[in-house]
């Protein structure tokens, strides 16, 4: 198989996880007989610095003709003083909407040999920790209108939180769907006591239910379920919701897994191409130090490879690479316990590779 991959190489730590990742996806291809042709891309600080700006057409353009996009994470300080429209995280968003990427998944499970990294008490840990978010990516406040006006002498900043019918569907049904393949419980979160659109996402979701007649459907406030995602998350099973809702839960679910630094995520549209990228930051407090852990986007590959490329055998081998060097000891600076050997980016990539 041929495969086009377009890699956002990000800024700050990110080229160094990209790299590692690229081991470990040339190495499949080795073992399989695949042929994966990269095309680098900037976004974020990297085109900024480049171009003036986050994601110009022609780097977009790249990612519309690839098969797939893996990126590491923009920003970081070096361009926080840039005006709001021009900061690198507008790249990331105009690549959604670019790719018509409206559906981001984001699991959060606990690998056993990571149980004593978790903050949560062990018989909490022990109980299970094995759900997924299933966050809508191209709506809501994120991508309303945003303004600044002046009002009663005063500035007044207003952000737009807007939500169709057609948008919650779709969403909805890649929630019910994703439980039909997992343990058929499905909760919906929002904040339906105060807002319109979470009242308009219940109104959609009872429309769709009955359509799911094998899948429990369960509704939760936000504020609660961010209670109890560490309270008990052997409860949730898959959980859908709205953009900045899901982008907030996504990051406490991934702490109480052990590190963020183990967390995959996948966006995907209508077709195959999807865009796959760790759910942690660019980490500028140690680029340049060989600190990273690479695992998460080195999982993202995984899910690339599973989603995008149909490669599920493929997909299997990394996260079981994955599995066994843990299972001797191996760990990077984020998820450290006694007894374990503190191994940094390049190290932890190589042994990936080589468990394969």
Same mark, same amino acid.
């Given at each position: 198989?041929?495969?086009?991959?377009?890699?956002?190489?990000?800024?700050?730590?990110?080229?160094?996880?990209?790299?590692?990742?690229?081991?470990?996806?040339?190495?499949?291809?080795?073992?399989?007989?695949?042929?994966?042709?990269?095309?680098?891309?900037?976004?974020?600080?990297?085109?900024?610095?480049?171009?003036?700006?986050?994601?110009?057409?022609?780097?977009?353009?790249?990612?519309?003709?690839?098969?797939?996009?893996?990126?590491?994470?923009?920003?970081?300080?070096?361009?926080?003083?840039?005006?709001?429209?021009?900061?690198?995280?507008?790249?990331?968003?105009?690549?959604?909407?670019?790719?018509?990427?409206?559906?981001?998944? !984001?699991? %959060?499970? +606990?690998?056993?040999?990571? =149980?004593?990294?978790?903050?949560? #008490?062990?018989?909490? @840990?022990? &109980?299970?920790?094995?759900?997924?978010?299933?966050?809508?990516?191209?709506?809501?406040?994120?991508?309303?209108?945003?303004?600044?006006?002046?009002?009663?002498?005063?500035?007044?900043?207003?952000?737009?939180?807007?939500?169709?019918?057609?948008?919650?569907? !779709?969403? %909805?049904? +890649?929630?019910?769907?994703? =439980?039909?393949?997992?343990?058929? #419980?499905?909760?919906? @979160?929002? &904040?339906?006591?105060?807002?319109?659109?979470?009242?308009?996402?219940?109104?959609?979701?009872?429309?769709?239910?009955?359509?799911?007649?094998?899948?429990?459907?369960?509704?939760?406030?936000?504020?609660?379920?961010?209670?109890?995602?560490?309270?008990?998350?052997?409860?949730?099973?898959?959980?859908?919701?709205?953009?900045?809702?899901?982008?907030?839960?996504?990051?406490?679910?991934?702490?109480?897994?052990?590190?963020?630094?183990?967390?995959?995520?996948?966006?995907?549209?209508?077709?195959?191409?999807?865009?796959?990228?760790?759910?942690?930051?660019?980490?500028?407090?140690?680029?340049?130090?060989?600190?990273?852990?690479?695992?998460?986007?080195?999982?993202?590959?995984?899910?690339?490879?599973?989603?995008?490329?149909?490669?599920?055998?493929?997909?299997?081998?990394?996260?079981?690479?994955?599995?066994?060097?843990?299972?001797?000891?191996?760990?990077?600076?984020?998820?450290?316990?006694?007894?374990?050997?503190?191994?940094?980016?390049?190290?932890?990539?190589?042994?990936?590779?080589?468990?394969?």
């Amino acid at each position: 198989m041929q495969k086009n991959i377009a890699l956002i190489w990000g800024d700050c730590a990110s080229p160094e996880i990209i790299a590692e990742s690229v081991h470990v996806l040339d190495r499949i291809a080795a073992k399989y007989g695949h042929t994966f042709i990269y095309t680098d891309v900037k976004m974020g600080g990297a085109a900024i610095d480049a171009y003036g700006d986050p994601l110009p057409q022609s780097e977009l353009d790249k990612c519309l003709a690839a098969d797939a996009v893996l990126l590491g994470a923009v920003g970081g300080p070096k361009w926080e003083g840039v005006p709001g429209d021009q900061r690198p995280e507008k790249g990331l968003l105009r690549l959604r909407a670019g790719m018509g990427l409206y559906a981001n998944t !984001r699991p %959060a499970k +606990i690998w056993p040999q990571l =149980a004593p990294a978790s903050p949560l #008490k062990p018989e909490l @840990v022990e &109980k299970g920790i094995d759900f997924v978010i299933v966050r809508e990516l191209t709506g809501g406040v994120y991508f309303g209108k945003h303004e600044t006006v002046e009002a009663n002498g005063e500035k007044q900043a207003i952000d737009w939180m807007p939500y169709s019918e057609h948008e919650i569907e !779709r969403i %909805a049904r +890649i929630g019910f769907e994703t =439980a039909q393949k997992r343990r058929k #419980k499905l909760c919906c @979160v929002d &904040k339906a006591n105060v807002l319109d659109t979470s009242r308009l996402w219940r109104a959609v979701m009872h429309r769709l239910q009955p359509e799911y007649p094998d899948v429990a459907y369960s509704e939760m406030f936000v504020d609660n379920c961010a209670m109890q995602i560490v309270k008990d998350p052997s409860q949730f099973d898959v959980i859908v919701t709205e953009n900045m809702f899901g982008d907030i839960l996504s990051d406490e679910a991934s702490e109480i897994t052990g590190s963020i630094g183990m967390i995959p995520s996948s966006s995907l549209g209508e077709g195959t191409r999807g865009l796959y990228e760790p759910i942690h930051g660019s980490a500028p407090d140690i680029a340049g130090q060989d600190k990273i852990n690479p695992t998460a986007c080195i999982l993202s590959a995984a899910m690339m490879l599973r989603y995008s490329f149909g490669l599920a055998q493929e997909a299997d081998d990394i996260e079981a690479a994955v599995g066994t060097v843990l299972d001797k000891g191996f760990r990077t600076a984020d998820n450290m316990s006694a007894g374990n050997r503190c191994l940094g980016c390049k190290d932890m990539g190589a042994a990936i590779v080589a468990a394969l």
